[in-house]
């Protein structure tokens, strides 16, 4: 990765953004007590901005279930991920279902990422026998069915245990569609979209050359109408949180997007894409364009994140007794995004040369000037870390405006 603790939080604070949520990834044989006490050592002294850990579970032992992970919980970890796919890190059912039990006694929140793996491994190797790898068969590898189905089968555990999901970065109209019919019953499934989702299609993947790996993420973009959807799905509650899924791979870099070589076959490129900089003014051109409104912004965003993750009424409110985290917009700047100009260490941004309406001029963090008209006002150090408590967000309450069906 790019960033570290220092320029991540940099970057993050000039674009608004005054808390953030890293994962803390455990691979599989590792302690979860040993992952935390990591990412703690890499984030001392280098925050600017403060901040609070995802778990990522890969590996729910005996050892995790019994012990580790319920002790982390009561320590102020209260949300963790797991996946459906990637072969390092994803769950089986069974795994999944006793991570769901754990969660319902403990009071914490799982996050999924929601694609069916062995339809992946499967179109994948169809792929490549047929020789076809570049890039854009990252997207045909992972076709919309792909990510229904594995939603479906999220939401169908969770109902199962009873209890609340969280399901990230969604790409797709048909799993928004089986989110929303979900919401519409009456559960408890929340869901979180990207920057990546409103501003780029699966015809960026097929950039010429090697060019489509800098948009290279699972899910894959989509296509432009699909784009309306996730649009619709933020304005009418189907989403409660939009985040940016930093990924900071370097591009020209033989340990990033080239890891194996420019001709590498899709499978082995490095998903995920840079956006932490870049992720609330893409979405608050939104309301430049009639696509959302402010207020919509401000709960996607801040209100309700911090409710999600166990943070609010201290973050994601300005209130007596909250910690007087604000950002300060020029609503009326008009900025075309170049990665020059950007502070994350990340050598592009896939959003080069989009231009957007309004960009943060002025980020406080405790009261503080953290940034301001693009000068860092606090020393690294200044970010603290946030033990958060058990979530309780409420009853998504999606609106009657439905999200298109999806095409035929």
Known sequence: MADDFRSGTISAAHGGTTTVIPFACQFKGQSLNDVVSDYHDRAAGKA??????????????????????????????????????????KLNDRQILELLALSRREGALVMVHAENSDVIGWLTDRLEQAGLTQPIYHAVSRPMPVEREATHRAISLSE??????????????????????????????????????????????????????????SPPPRDKANQEVIWSGLRNGTFQVFSSDHAPFRFEDPA?????????????????VPGLETRLPLLFNGISQGRIDLATFVKVTATQPAQVYGLSPRKGSIAIGSDADIAIWDPDRKVTIANADLHHAVDYTPYEGIEVTGWPVTTLVRGQVVSQDGEIGQSPGYGTFLPCERPNPPLPEPSLERAPLPAA
């Open 256 to 272: 990033g997007k080239m890891l194996h070589g420019t001709d590498a076959s899709f499978r082995y490129v490095p998903n995920g």
């Open 48 to 89: 600017v901005i403060d901040y609070a850990f995802h778990l990522i579970v890969s590996d729910p032992s005996p050892a995790v279930l019994e012990t580790e992970l319920p002790a982390l919980i009561g320590e102020g970890y209260t949300h963790f991920k797991l996946y459906m796919t990637y072969d390092d890190m």
């Open 160 to 217: 199962i245990v009873d209890v609340p999901v969280l399901i990230v970065h969604v790409s797709g109209r048909e799993a928004v569609q089986q989110i929303h019919t979900a919401q519409g019953r009456g559960l408890r499934i929340y869901a979180e979209t990207c920057p990546q989702y409103l501003y780029l299609t699966e015809d960026d993947l097929a950039r010429p050359g090697f060019e489509g790996a800098k948009c290279l993420c």
